[in-house]
């Protein structure tokens, strides 16, 4: 079965420095690996998908397959950066939709 | 465009009782998927329909069942209520079939005494 792990339960950093949130995978094949956020009070929300290859927020993450790896990084931290953060991973089916498989979550902290 | 809305929000039943979450997805929104989340496991999937057909269904046991409704509306039930099922009950909806961006509600918290 695939797994997702996010080796630390709580990131805290000072605001500027550089930020990675480190997500590793277990799956054979091609999964499909995304970022999700929860921001204080707010839904959790998509933040970006290793297919789009876009930069949000000013964070960006590329996924190394030979290392089975997805982490989010970001060059300097800002306040509002503070959130709990998702590594999930999709097993593409093509036929229909698999049910994402989410790490533990990393509670990010930027102190001021 | 409304979100995802979870109605209850929050709910306590006791030991044996059933109960039944309802989410309506954003409009237009086709595949309705069902996540519980507790401190220990975390995230974890449920199932997932789409056009009123179960899709994909993960590893919980036979307690825990949904469907889908002709306007995409979703119900997930649980029967025979245990202690462990306590867990913040999350739906998420999606434009079609495959993965795509999902967009979760705020959840149902429930409680079992």
């Known amino acids: 079965a695939q797994r997702v792990t996010q080796p630390e339960k709580l990131l805290s950093v000072f605001k500027g420095a550089p930020v990675e949130l480190k997500c590793n995978y277990s799956?054979?094949?091609?999964?499909?690996l995304f970022w999700y956020v929860q921001y204080s009070r707010q839904r959790l929300q998509l933040l970006l998908r290793?297919?789009s290859r876009e930069s949000i927020k000013g964070f960006t993450a590329d996924l190394n397959k030979g290392e089975t790896s997805f982490h989010l990084k970001k060059p300097f931290a800002q306040e509002e950066d503070s959130a709990m953060y998702y590594c999930?991973?999709?097993?593409?089916?093509?036929?229909?939709?698999?049910?994402?498989?989410f790490g533990k979550g990393t509670h990010l902290i930027i102190q001021p | 465009k409304a979100g995802v809305t979870q109605t209850p929000r929050y709910l306590i039943k006791t030991r044996g009782q059933q109960v039944t979450l309802s989410c309506s997805p954003i409009?237009?929104?086709?595949?309705v998927s069902w996540y519980q989340q507790t401190p220990g496991q975390g995230l974890q999937f449920l199932f997932e329909?789409?056009?009123?057909?179960?899709?994909n269904k993960g590893n919980f046991p036979g307690r825990f069942s949904g469907r889908q409704f002709s306007n995409s509306r979703s119900e997930m039930n649980v029967s025979t209520l245990e202690l462990g099922d306590s867990a913040l009950y999350l739906c998420?909806?999606?434009?079609?079939?495959?993965?795509?961006?999902?967009?979760f509600g705020e959840g149902s918290r429930l409680t079992v005494l």
């Open positions: 998420a909806s999606s434009r079609g079939q495959g993965i795509g961006e999902l967009f």
């Open positions: 799956y054979s094949g091609s999964p499909e």
């Open positions: 290793h297919i």
């Open positions: 999930a991973l999709s097993l593409y089916s093509g036929g229909g939709a698999d049910g994402l498989t």
């Open positions: 409009s237009g929104h086709r595949s």
């Open positions: 329909y789409f056009s009123e057909t179960q899709r």
